[in-house]
């Protein structure tokens, strides 16, 4: 993905809590297992096999045999044969060659899965204003959303890939793509397998306008963008604009913040700054019992 193809800024909701401070005080971001995905549809590609019988048993054996070796991989491809054999003789009956290539097919796309799991996903959005993302990410509008600016980002130093998600493309993943990637060593065929497997979600997930970047395992990494700037949620508490803005008070690049406030005429969302200088002015309050103790005494 060219670096101009880029939004100049990317967003992440996410709910307030001892995680999301972590990663704010240390410029850190998580990626995520694809398994986590809330979508159960999501990584998660069907194998078309547009392949013959023969190539898509090398296939299974390749791929199961770079896993657990040469010989258990054809001990599992004799436990396929067996198996379809139940219905009849995968090489002369219509049928049973069917659900053999389809037990192929199934134990090829788990490795497949297998696999794409050691890879690690940072979901970020195009937009703050999507009040459908606050309330599905942002703890139902009372957490927060990070602005990243993503000029000058380190992707490609850190062998990062990042694009936007396609909402318009076939969830499938050929066989023969996996042919080319696993037995001919296709770096396009690869790359191939890899936008259909993390870059490709159902059309009602339009609205997220999502944009993932991948890296090479899953858990925290130094974060490849710079914050520019935090928004605070329709129903966020006055107590999360005074520890986030308190947290950067000594922040030499000066992040913004910013309050998502609703207009009374319609059902979008707008911004105003945060009052930073009042909030840095502001201190523990104490409580009104002890303050005012003498009014309520019962001696009084």
């Given amino acids: 993905m060219?670096?101009?193809?880029?939004?100049?800024?990317?967003?992440k909701y996410c709910s307030f809590s001892a995680n999301t401070l972590q990663v704010l005080s240390r410029e850190e971001v998580y990626f995520a297992n694809p398994a986590s995905f809330n979508d159960p549809l999501d990584c998660k590609p069907t194998i078309d096999v547009n392949v013959d019988r023969l190539s898509l048993e090398k296939l299974f054996l390749k791929m199961l045999a770079d896993k657990i070796g040469k010989e258990e991989a054809l001990r599992r491809l004799q436990k396929c044969c067996d198996s379809s054999s139940e219905i009849g003789d995968y090489k002369t009956d219509i049928?049973?060659?069917e659900y053999y290539d389809l037990i192929l097919a199934s134990?090829?796309?788990?490795?497949?899965?297998?696999?794409?799991?050691?890879?690690?996903?940072l979901s970020l959005a195009k937009h703050w204003h999507c009040p459908l993302m606050w309330s599905h990410y942002a703890d139902q509008h009372h957490g927060i959303c990070i602005?990243?600016?993503?000029?000058?980002?380190?992707?490609?130093?850190?062998?990062?890939?990042?694009?936007a998600v396609g909402y318009n493309k076939p969830r499938a993943?050929?066989?023969?793509?996996?042919?080319e990637w696993k037995l001919r060593d296709s770096i396009e065929a690869k790359n191939t397998i890899r936008d259909i497997f993390f870059f490709v979600k159902a059309k009602p997930w339009r609205y997220e306008q999502e944009w993932r970047a991948l890296s090479n395992r899953v858990g925290l990494e130094c974060s490849p963008f710079q914050i520019?700037?935090?928004?605070?949620?329709?129903?966020?508490?006055?107590a999360v604009q005074t520890t986030l803005v308190k947290l950067f008070a000594d922040d030499y690049r000066r992040i913004k913040f910013y309050d998502v406030y609703a207009p009374d005429?319609?059902?979008?969302?707008?911004r105003r700054g945060v009052n930073i200088d009042e909030i840095k002015a502001c201190g523990v309050s104490s409580s009104p019992l002890r303050d005012f103790e003498?009014?309520?005494s019962d001696d009084t």
């Fill in 2 to 11: 060219q670096k101009s193809n880029l939004p100049a800024k990317l967003y």
């Fill in 173 to 179: 993943i050929k066989a023969s793509d996996l042919v």
């Fill in 95 to 97: 049928k049973a060659g």
């Fill in 107 to 121: 134990t090829i796309q788990n490795e497949l899965m297998r696999e794409m799991s050691e890879v690690g996903v």
């Fill in 228 to 238: 520019s700037a935090v928004y605070f949620g329709l129903r966020s508490a006055n």
């Fill in 294 to 296: 003498d009014l309520t």
């Fill in 265 to 270: 005429n319609n059902f979008s969302l707008k």
């Fill in 147 to 163: 602005e990243y600016n993503t000029a000058n980002h380190m992707c490609t130093k850190m062998h990062i890939a990042i694009q």
